[in-house]
């Protein structure tokens, strides 16, 4: 018989996928708005790796080591931080031209962590 847990310590449920069944775990977290949200995440072949990884999100929660993950890709990150930058011209040109060759068909569409 598996332990229950109390509110706000998070929970494992399980969801059916043409592999099998899969669990994803979900929990409070408090953003750095001051906000509290509900994060998900999901794919865990087995409940033990699950409830590992929620034990692991929880701690980094408690220890002050947990990151929000953004939507914002690297990629309009890098566009965004290029026009604030006040550089002269021939080196903004060639920051972009660095950054579209070697970073956005690369790993552009890599979410940030906050």
Same mark, same amino acid.
């Given at each position: 018989? *598996? ?6 310590? $998070?929970g494992?449920?399980?969801? !059916? ?13 408090? !953003?750095?708005d @001051? /906000? =509290? *949200? ?8 087995? =409940? =033990?790796?699950?409830? *590992?990884? #929620? =034990?692991a999100?929880?701690?980094? #929660?408690? /220890? $002050?080591?947990?990151?929000?993950? *953004?939507?914002?890709s690297? %990629?309009?990150?890098?566009a965004?931080?290029?026009? @604030?930058?006040?550089?002269?011209? %021939? /080196?903004? %040109? %060639?920051?972009?031209?660095n ?11 890599t979410?940030? /962590?906050?």
């Amino acid at each position: 018989m *598996s332990k229950k847990r109390q509110y706000g310590e $998070g929970g494992i449920s399980e969801y !059916r996928t043409k592999a099998g069944p899969r669990y994803y775990i979900k929990y409070m977290a408090l !953003r750095p708005d @001051g /906000t =509290r *949200s509900a994060v998900l995440k999901r794919g865990f072949v087995n =409940r =033990r790796e699950a409830a *590992s990884a #929620l =034990r692991a999100e929880l701690r980094n #929660l408690e /220890t $002050g080591q947990w990151v929000d993950v *953004s939507k914002q890709s690297l %990629s309009a990150y890098l566009a965004e931080w290029l026009d @604030g930058q006040r550089l002269a011209p %021939s /080196t903004l %040109s %060639s920051y972009q031209k660095n950054v579209r060759l070697h970073i956005d068909r690369h790993i552009g569409k890599t979410r940030l /962590t906050v």
